[in-house]
């Protein structure tokens, strides 16, 4: 929830005069995101996202960001679509800060996820992976095996405060993740971070896939567990295989995994557990519990690192 | 900037059966606010407020609020209209809080208010005023002079930590607004907090007051000084006459002050003051400095204070 930027009534005249979406109606600070400064525009066109970036966001990735977006609306992901200004670019300043304007999509994020929305989570990612194959820009995963070692020293002085022996077992962990991590296997453009929050759907059709500011380039299958873990644990934190399988399979009916992915798989999740088990330490310790962020449990991601840790094949899926 | 309650899609649609104002597009929290959770609503009939009740709003005003924005609607006032659902009532549950629809209005509030938008506001304050008139129900201000003390007590130890002697001049200033305070006067509905955020413009045309969570009955005059602090000061503390003149020379036409208003305008200027001074000076106290609420400086308002303490006239006021 954050709007660090503000927009004068001015300054969003002359920035929108640059395109051809009309003029401007109404601006309303969204509560969405806490990287960037997001707003709701409404013009005499329409309805679209404005999207300042903040600090925390490194300018040289977002011709990466909108160059995607380009490319994967063009490719028919319901995603949200860069607007061009009338110099042909989507990316300008506003209020001091890179900007730029999207279509706003329509739908609601599920609060409670149901197996029918994590078929079509599969369906939806697998998809975006088909048309991501031919983005030619890179774009490294920095919070890959190898940026979670910083990260890990980051917290380790505190993890024990947070549980007993988690400095423990998230150094054990750590070292085997970094030892086994998959290699090698078929990578392209991934979303990273494919959470409920992110996904939009009216009625039973999924409507949108937003905030693409952690897509980068990794293996495809990895994307796969992130959701794994988003989409597929009960609030009690155990894991509902009927809801795995139904992603796993979707996802498999439109690019079907390889041997070598499906073996991966429990590995990639335990690493994507630990991934967001990390952030969120991170954060937690560093978030006064005061600060209006709601700080998101970092143990709900050692109940799920400790499922896949156990888990022997795909059967433990629902496969 | 606030959304402390999440709305689940089944809950939304099963609230909205309640209303005849379409199917839900959807839902974004807005970052506006700090006492209760709002959401742009869009719908297959066009875009909407809706309005949870966190925990700091009494239940028991909400039907002098949302009665009171009937009232005004009604009577021309560029306002939020509450929706009323198919049983006629404007206020039900949602997500275990009271919540309401009303209209979403077009504009954009002025970040740097200029004369004219000062005159706007004059003309619009004492326009609210008059379709006030007859609206029966009746809510004290709890953030009168009766109030001051109380917030003050709560600040007092660490008043001289925000600025040196503080507390004295606080403590003066509150003995003698105690024992001056203008009684007596014409008096009815006011918003009470009409600071440009809670103002919407389109172009030059003003086109919507908005958050009415401080209405309430007192001196109508007092409305109009709570408008000559928030929209007639420099960002360097200075008085702008010419704001000032434009702003009441546009209230009286509509509305003459009387002569005791106009006596009595200095002295209510200065309890205008020292009211957001409190709240500030509270907020400033208790909100830690890492909190993502932006606080807002209470010594902006100590100046006004002494400004207003030296007029003599409403010369000073550039009449």
Redesign the interface.
């Known amino acids: ?3 660090y930027t ?4 001015a300054e ?1 005249a002359a920035f929108l005069a640059e395109y051809d979406i009309g003029a ?9 995101g806490v990287e960037n400064s997001n707003y ?1 525009l ?1 013009t005499t066109r329409g ?1 679209y996202f404005l999207t300042l970036y903040e600090k925390r966001v490194d300018p040289a990735d977002l011709p990466f960001f909108l160059g995607l977006l380009d490319h994967l609306a063009a490719r028919g992901i319901v995603c949200p679509r860069p607007i061009h200004g009338r110099d042909g670019s989507a990316l300008r300043q506003l209020a001091g800060r890179p900007a730029s304007i999207t279509t ?9 996820p149901e197996t029918r929305h994590c078929a079509a989570i599969g369906t939806a990612l697998a998809r975006l992976h088909e048309a991501g194959g031919d983005f030619a820009p890179h774009r490294a995963n920095a919070l890959s095996v190898a940026g979670w070692r910083p990260l890990f020293e980051q917290s380790r002085a505190d993890a024990d405060g947070v549980a007993p022996g988690l400095a423990a077992e998230l150094a054990g962990e750590l070292a085997l993740l970094e030892r086994d991590w998959p290699r090698g296997l078929p990578s392209g453009v991934i979303h990273a971070d494919l959470f409920p929050d992110n996904v ?3 009625g039973p059709e999924l409507s949108g896939l937003i905030d693409f500011y952690f897509a980068c380039n990794d293996s495809l299958a990895y994307d796969l567990a992130v959701c794994l873990n988003a989409w597929c644990f009960e609030p009690d934190r155990s894991c509902n295989v009927t809801k795995a399988r139904a992603l796993i399979t979707a996802y498999d009916q439109v690019r079907p995994l390889s041997r070598g992915e499906r073996e991966a798989l429990p590995l990639l999740a335990r690493g994507a557990a630990l991934r967001f088990l990390l952030t969120r330490l991170y954060d937690w310790i560093n978030t ?1 519990a ?4 709601k700080r998101k449990d970092p143990l709900e991601y050692l109940a799920k690192l400790r499922f896949h840790r156990n888990v022997v094949s795909l059967g433990d899926y629902g496969l």
């Open positions: 929830m954050a709007v503000e927009v004068g009534e969003l401007p109606e109404a601006l309303k600070g969204v509560a969405e709701l409404t309805q706003f999509l329509h739908g609601l994020s599920p609060r409670r939009l759907f009216r006064p005061t600060a209006l962020v």
